[in-house]
């Protein structure tokens, strides 16, 4: 049972725990003492007195009433000093408990000491999990050599007809946590009839994450979509069981893509116009405007200066704006010596002698256009040149899978309004890039931060990118890209050499070409294959033949009826269009990606450095704290310093101690007298005191009982102290003790009055 009291920090609550429990302790003593005096009998033993005494001066009464203990006069100024102080430091004691406490609140989490800690699955609550595909245990790693022909046997296998991974296969790729075998898609469908021991992507967005920005975690992946390093991590969301979370790090296998997008310098220029159902409608004609696209093309087929696993994209790209803008400049009759800055070239939308390739639904939108427009046969052809790969050539490590595409940029306003307010007659424009995007894979180590590892939502993680150089791997075949969809991964070293492999050592894969053949059956984007690792080419596809009327599977990209798309269309834009419109391909490619693959790979134990508590403390709050600490050291270092040099030693305090008892005062056996004026006492031996005078039963000095009532010697001495209160509280009493203990001045005294 607990009881819970909210809006007290621990620090107050403590102040308040001590606060009461000083007043009880307070009261409860005076309440002790108000009912000892109440029912003490008035006659005990000396030694009970003296215990009394102890317990009835020790009570606030003293203090309250201004009784004769409470008084603070004394004879010297050490005496004074010394009195007060301990008056200060009575009450000081409960003022700093309940004070110092305030000071204290929660401090930040500490880094601890590393240590292994076993880790455990943690879900992920987000729609990505709801929407995959739950018994990933039925999933099916299987894959069918050969194109439209017969079938042919994939690597490792000799029967054509065999769909399962050959075991040297598995082997080799399994050899280390980063490969192909350690992924899956998210939704997948077995067709035994079809194709047995293989498991087909469902292609589709469950959740996209497009508009979010940073690194973080989703069911099966990390993911980061920063405009610098954007890709995925395959790794199963396992953390460390520590209380309150702590740091690691972990390598995982990251694909990163890149794009490189070259400005064709022609432009989109429309007007908008409203159409018949009251939304913005581009007019019935649009221009291609030349910006240097046209009078500043170039009259040769750019080279290629590298190529394979040191490709440059931008020179791939490039390539394709030349070839592009050459098959455009030739539909619309346009020549290098004709055409100049600003040159307008318009086309009607309904004009059947110039079709053109991309309906006018593409147009006021970011959406992806062919690389040729004007011309379908010609299409290929460029798209080819970009590349340099087709589906017939050999699929091996060198055969990079390149993606080349045209680009509609964002529209911008170029009539000076508000390029968020859609104002019929207003005008608008869109450039035109080319891009070309491949897939980069490398070993990335990602640190990960929890302050509680039993959710993802408090998980934080970066990354650094990192070049380590590890041993890569592609299977090596003489098939063709259409006939196989090649293994890629990191192999163990062992591996480096192997005659069925391609191996390079190195930072980081370009990864190889793959085939992925748009099915259109149903109205859908459906590309073929069962190969996970050959996923990165079906996204590709997906971003460069996007379109929404069709591709209802995928999430509509042109931001067609989602501001906050348009929105973050335009900031990618804003400072670079040329790495703008790169950033917006990858963007998508991340998006496509993150919601059809998962990652699998799980990692048993993983050193961890676990947060642990801290306090922290307010200064101000501790100065009753300082004061009494100060107070303690200094009377502490003195007391110390005279006991050690045996100044002051602990019979002499024992004996003073019982010579000022109540009780040996009163039966007469206490060294305490009268200061006698004819008795020459040595300071530095004995301690004078002022003391009400008290005359002690000359004729009976040895008595152990004291009666109140009884004695008249003390109804007389009451007597006295009542009417020479003024006189008394003068008299000077010594304690007639040296510093050695003995009572050496007291013997002297009693012989002299003798």
């Known amino acids: 049972m607990a009881l819970n009291i909210p809006g007290v920090t621990s620090g107050e609550a403590t102040a308040i725990i001590n606060a009461v429990v000083a007043f009880l302790s307070i009261t409860t003593s005076a309440s002790i003492v108000v009912l000892i005096i109440f029912y003490m009998p008035q006659t005990h033993t000396a030694l009970t007195w003296s215990s009394l005494a102890r317990t009835l001066h020790a009570s606030l009464w003293p203090l309250f009433l201004q009784t004769d203990s409470s008084a603070t006069t004394a004879t010297s100024l050490v005496m004074s000093t010394l009195t007060y102080l301990t008056l200060a430091t009575t009450l000081l004691v409960p003022i700093t408990s309940v004070i110092f406490p305030l000071g204290l609140h929660q401090g930040p989490l500490i880094k601890g000491r590393p240590r292994e800690v076993p880790t455990r699955y943690v879900l992920d609550t987000s729609p990505l999990t709801l929407s995959k595909t739950p018994d990933r245990s039925t999933f099916q790693y299987g894959r069918a050599c050969g194109d439209f022909g017969p079938a042919l046997p994939c690597p490792g296998n000799e029967n054509p007809n065999s769909t399962a991974y050959a075991p040297s296969v598995i082997n080799t790729f399994t050899s280390t946590p980063h490969g192909p075998f350690t992924m899956q898609f998210r939704r997948f469908l077995n067709s035994p009839s079809y194709q047995p021991?293989?498991?087909?992507?469902?292609?589709?967005?469950?959740?996209?994450?497009?508009?979010?920005?940073?690194?973080?975690?989703?069911?099966?992946?990390?993911?980061?979509?920063?405009?610098?390093?954007?890709?995925?991590?395959?790794?199963?969301?396992?953390?460390?069981?520590?209380?309150?979370?702590?740091?690691?790090?972990?390598?995982?296998?990251?694909?990163?893509?890149?794009?490189?997008?070259?400005?064709?310098?022609?432009?989109?220029?429309?007007?908008?116009?409203?159409?018949?159902?009251?939304?913005?409608?581009?007019?019935?004609?649009?221009?291609?405007?030349?910006?240097?696209?046209?009078?500043?093309?170039?009259?040769?087929?750019?080279?290629?200066?590298?190529?394979?696993?040191?490709?440059?994209?931008?020179?791939?790209?490039?390539?394709?704006?030349?070839?592009?803008?050459?098959?455009?400049?030739?539909?619309?009759?346009?020549?290098?010596?004709?055409?100049?800055?600003?040159?307008?070239?318009?086309?009607?939308?309904?004009?059947?002698?110039?079709?053109?390739?991309?309906?006018?639904?593409?147009?006021?939108?970011?959406?992806?256009?062919?690389?040729?427009?004007?011309?379908?046969?010609?299409?290929?052809?460029?798209?080819?040149?970009?590349?340099?790969?087709?589906?017939?050539?050999?699929?091996?490590?060198?055969?990079?899978?390149?993606?080349?595409?045209?680009?509609?940029?964002?529209?911008?306003?170029?009539?000076?309004?508000?390029?968020?307010?859609?104002?019929?007659?207003?005008?608008?424009?869109?450039?035109?890039?080319?891009?070309?995007?491949?897939?980069?894979?490398?070993?990335?180590?990602?640190?990960?931060?929890?302050?509680?590892?039993?959710?993802?939502?408090?998980?934080?993680?970066?990354?650094?990118?990192?070049?380590?150089?590890?041993?890569?791997?592609?299977?090596?075949?003489?098939?063709?890209?259409?006939?196989?969809e090649v293994l890629w991964g990191r192999v163990d070293n062992r591996f480096e050499g192997d005659p069925s492999l391609s191996t390079l050592r190195r930072g980081s894969l370009f990864l190889p070409a793959a085939y992925s053949l748009d099915d259109t059956i149903g109205g859908a984007w459906y590309p073929v294959g069962t190969n996970p690792a050959a996923a990165h080419a079906n996204a590709w596809t997906g971003v460069y033949t996007f379109d929404p009327s069709r591709d209802r599977d995928l999430f509509d990209y042109t931001g067609t009826s989602n501001s906050a798309i348009q929105a973050k269309l335009r900031w990618f834009m804003v400072d670079n269009p040329d790495l703008g419109s790169s950033h917006i391909r990858n963007a998508i490619w991340t998006d496509i990606m993150t919601n059809n693959v998962i990652g699998t790979r799980t990692t048993p134990t993983v050193l961890v450095t676990p947060n642990e508590l801290s306090v922290a403390y307010k200064l101000e709050y501790a100065i009753p704290g300082i004061i009494l600490c100060l107070i303690w050291l200094t009377v502490f270092l003195m007391s110390l310093f005279l006991l050690s040099t045996r100044m002051l030693r602990f019979h002499y305090i024992k004996s003073v101690l019982n010579h000022t008892s109540i009780g040996r005062i009163v039966v007469g056996t206490s060294s305490l007298r009268t200061h006698d004026q004819s008795y020459p006492v040595n300071d530095s031996e004995t301690i004078p005191l002022r003391h009400t005078s008290f005359k002690t039963s000359e004729q009976n000095p040895d008595a152990s009982i004291v009666d109140l009532h009884g004695d008249s010697s003390y109804r007389h001495q009451r007597h006295e102290r009542n009417h020479g209160a003024d006189r008394t509280d003068d008299t000077l009493v010594t304690l007639l003790l040296n510093r050695r203990g003995t009572n050496k001045s007291a013997e002297h005294l009693m012989s002299n009055s003798e």
């Open 197 to 484: 021991n293989s498991s087909f992507c469902l292609w589709g967005t469950a959740q996209s994450i497009f508009l979010r920005e940073g690194a973080f975690v989703v069911d099966g992946l990390i993911v980061d979509t920063s405009t610098e390093h954007p890709g995925i991590g395959f790794w199963n969301q396992t953390l460390p069981d520590v209380i309150h979370g702590g740091t690691w790090s972990e390598d995982v296998l990251w694909l990163e893509p890149m794009t490189a997008c070259v400005n064709t310098n022609i432009t989109l220029d429309y007007v908008l116009s409203a159409s018949a159902s009251g939304g913005p409608h581009v007019s019935s004609s649009f221009n291609f405007t030349d910006r240097g696209g046209f009078y500043g093309l170039i009259d040769n087929d750019p080279p290629l200066a590298k190529g394979g696993q040191d490709l440059d994209l931008y020179e791939h790209a490039y390539r394709g704006a030349v070839w592009s803008n050459a098959y455009a400049m030739f539909a619309l009759n346009a020549t290098r010596e004709s055409s100049f800055d600003g040159k307008i070239y318009t086309v009607r939308k309904n004009d059947t002698s110039l079709p053109i390739l991309f309906s006018d639904y593409k147009i006021g939108k970011a959406s992806d256009i062919p690389l040729v427009y004007f011309n379908e046969t010609a299409q290929m052809e460029a798209v080819l040149r970009c590349q340099t790969v087709s589906s017939q050539d050999i699929a091996n490590i060198t055969n990079v899978h390149i993606a080349c595409g045209a680009f509609l940029g964002p529209p911008l306003r170029t009539d000076g309004g508000d390029a968020k307010v859609l104002d019929e007659g207003s005008r608008w424009r869109q450039q035109i890039h080319v891009c070309a995007s491949t897939t980069r894979a490398s070993i990335q180590t990602v640190t990960f931060s929890s302050n509680d590892t039993s959710n993802l939502d408090h998980l934080l993680v970066t990354r650094q990118p990192t070049e380590q150089s590890v041993l890569w791997a592609v299977e090596k075949t003489n098939m063709t890209i259409s006939q196989v």
